[in-house]
């Protein structure tokens, strides 16, 4: 299994929008709704943003949003804040009960 | 409030098997799925494998080979096994919990445990 495709690095400003792709296969993305997103903040360990590609856990901020079409997987963040900033990872159930992660992309906030 | 907490030791020589285990408070081991996850420094998060309370397991194709997890439900904590190790296997090694006892998300981790393969 590959892993799946992220953008090494986005960047946006405060109060901005700004999306992550996620792009996988068939295989994978395409073919479940078990799309899971972390955000990592350096020297931390990886929080739960998103799962099951748009269902976001008790706690995590509404400027989060996920959805999915096709191979291709997004989490959106919406009214950036400095907070934000950090390395987002995509992953994925890859069928045969196997799991795949994204490459990750680092979220600058200018 | 569920905690994980990894522990182990922090450097293996090349050839040895690597051992880590995830001590579980605040809530039971049972009915829910366990994830062993690492990254490598500056690298991104590869999925090693998860094991049911039961002790069920699976692991990724790419490291099965060398992969051993274990689980014990009295002491509320599982274990990663990983042999013949080399320099390529220095990481942080986080382990997780599957949310809502699925095992394809994870909702709460541990602080992670840095483990250096070197001689």
């Known amino acids: 299994q590959s892993a799946l495709i992220q953008p090494a690095s986005v960047s946006g400003s405060p109060g901005q929008s700004i999306t992550i792709s996620c792009t996988g296969t068939?295989?994978?993305?395409?073919?479940?709704?078990?799309v899971s997103w972390y955000q990592q903040h350096p020297g931390k360990a990886p929080k739960l943003m998103i799962y099951?590609?748009?269902e976001r856990p008790s706690g995590v901020s509404n400027r989060f949003s996920g959805s999915k079409s096709g191979n291709t997987a997004s989490l959106t963040i919406s009214g950036l804040q400095t907070e934000d900033e950090a390395d987002y990872y995509c992953c994925s159930y890859a069928g045969r009960t196997s799991l795949v992660f994204g490459g990750g992309t680092k979220l600058t906030v200018l | 409030q569920v905690q994980l907490q990894e522990s182990g030791p922090g450097l293996v020589k090349p050839s040895e098997t690597l051992s880590l285990t995830c001590t579980v408070s605040g809530g039971s081991i049972k009915y829910f799925y366990w994830t062993w996850i690492r990254q490598p420094p500056g690298k991104g998060l590869e999925w090693i494998g998860y094991?049911?309370?039961?002790?069920?397991?699976n692991y990724n194709p790419s490291l099965k080979s060398r992969v051993i997890m274990s689980v014990d439900t009295s002491k509320n904590q599982f274990s990663l096994q990983l042999t013949s190790v080399t320099a390529a296997d220095t990481a942080v090694y986080y382990c997780a919990r599957g949310g809502g006892g699925y095992n394809y998300y994870f909702d709460f981790w541990g602080q992670g445990s840095l483990v250096t393969v070197s001689s």
């Open positions: 099951e590609v748009t």
């Open positions: 068939s295989s994978d993305v395409g073919s479940y709704d078990l």
């Open positions: 094991i049911y309370y039961s002790g069920n397991a």
